[in-house]
């Protein structure tokens, strides 16, 4: 874990700057065990009474390796709690999915819900269920009504994710190779003044049009794009289609940017959409580059692996993204405050958690965000050719 280290702190230092499976079951407990640290998901059955006391992570659904990596960090840290931990997503990535699984585990008397959810509205009255029963709900990664979460734990500051992801399409699209630590901005300003080209034109390939995540991070490329620099050059409006974070549905909105070929870049702010335009930017051998949130071990065939090789010679020459398991080792520690009384997740309140593999015991105190409160984990990472073989072998 030498490496995590280092890339850590490259990782802080290029963005900390301004700112501070369908219902497949992979290990089900077995009757009469005591190990309910499962990783089932789908149907939360009344009859599976085992789940008393017992702290739900749910995703916004199955077979999405970022939900899969965010649980391995909350169950790592809670275990070592001596906790008992369940993973539970729907099949389908909707709102109505969760809400009904949501109910089924309420009932079941689960003891906190930590949660990534798939829209803003529709979950009151479960969430309601859920504090009367006093159940904490903590959200991560896609947040939960403020109105009923204890907090959220943010992933990283969304307008600098706005931001960085803009700059790196818009350099890609220019041919220019990851700039290095703190410099994308500057990179831009510098080689937009000497660009008369045609306007360069976007295209955003997302999750679902209502998932809360995606559509801050997409409304921070919008704050970025009206940023002077870009006017004339790169065009205001996002060319946005919606995959709903699944890979067929994710393929054939990657397939529909091909054929219109109107875009020079995508952004594909969700793991499951840039995984698929990857593979379908490359079978097509389309000149449509690529950017976005990716997982370097899905990533792999689609970006340059050592500092040697041409990073355009690739469909996506370089993404970004932060620590997964980390980000769910963290949203287990506010759920295990909040559990324990600790932490209301009130503006200023703090919990403590513990080291965690290569990270030391930290302090995340609760800010104000929105209409709620939320602690940020951490910030994002740039995987380029320098390191994407050091990060593959971490996510
Ligand atoms: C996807 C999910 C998740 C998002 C990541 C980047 O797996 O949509 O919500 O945060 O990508």
């Known amino acids: 874990m030498k490496n995590l280290k280092r890339l850590t702190a490259l990782g802080m230092s290029v963005f900390m700057v301004g700112s501070l499976i369908g219902c497949s079951t992979t290990s089900v407990p077995t009757e009469g065990s005591t190990d309910t640290q ?3 998901s789908g149907n939360a059955s009344s009859s599976d009474a085992s789940l008393e006391g017992t702290h739900v992570f749910m995703f916004k659904s199955t077979g999405n390796s970022f939900g899969d990596l965010m649980y391995e960090g909350f169950e790592e840290y809670l275990t070592a709690k001596g ?16 809400v009904q699984m949501l109910d089924e585990l309420i009932t079941q008397k689960v003891a906190s819900i930590t949660i990534s959810t798939n829209g803003d509205a529709g979950y009151d009255e479960v969430f309601k269920k859920a504090q009367e029963a006093g159940i904490p709900i903590v959200s991560v990664d896609s947040e939960a009504t ?3 979460r204890i907090c959220h734990v943010n992933q990283a500051e969304v307008a600098d994710i706005g931001s960085y992801l803009v700059q790196a399409a818009v350099l890609i699209t220019l041919g220019v190779d ?7 901005e500057e990179t831009v300003k510098e080689k937009l003044e000497g660009y008369s080209g045609d306007e360069i034109k976007l295209g955003v390939l997302s999750a679902s049009i209502d998932t809360p995540v995606q559509n801050s991070w997409i409304a921070a490329m919008e704050d970025e794009l009206s940023k002077d620099f870009y006017a004339g050059k790169v ?12 890979l067929t549905e994710s393929t ?13 870049c995508i952004i594909s702010p969700t793991t499951v959409g840039i995984a698929a335009a990857g593979q379908a930017l490359k079978s097509a051998n389309s000149e449509i580059k690529l950017t976005g949130l990716g997982i370097p071990s899905e990533m792999q065939s689609f970006m340059p692996k050592t500092a040697d090789e041409d990073a355009f010679d690739y469909v996506c020459p370089y993404m970004m993204l932060w620590d997964v398991i980390h980000l769910g080792a963290v949203s287990g520690a506010a759920t295990y405050a909040a559990v324990e009384g600790t932490f209301d997740g009130s503006v200023g309140a703090s919990f403590e958690m513990d080291a965690f ?19 940020l984990a951490g910030s994002p990472f740039v995987f380029s050719k320098d390191n994407m073989a050091e990060w593959i072998e971490q996510l």
């Open 38 to 40: 499962s990783k089932e």
């Open 83 to 98: 906790e008992k931990t369940v993973y539970k997503s729907p099949a389908e990535t909707t709102v109505a999915a969760q």
């Open 146 to 148: 403020p109105d009923y």
């Open 178 to 184: 990851y700039p290095g630590d703190g410099k994308m």
């Open 235 to 246: 065009s205001k409006d996002l060319d946005k289609k919606y995959g709903n974070d699944d």
């Open 252 to 264: 054939t909105q990657a397939q529909a940017f091909i054929a219109e070929n109107s875009v020079d």
């Open 357 to 375: 593999r290569d990270y030391e015991a930290t302090t995340y105190e609760a800010y104000q965000s929105g209409e709620g409160t939320a602690v």
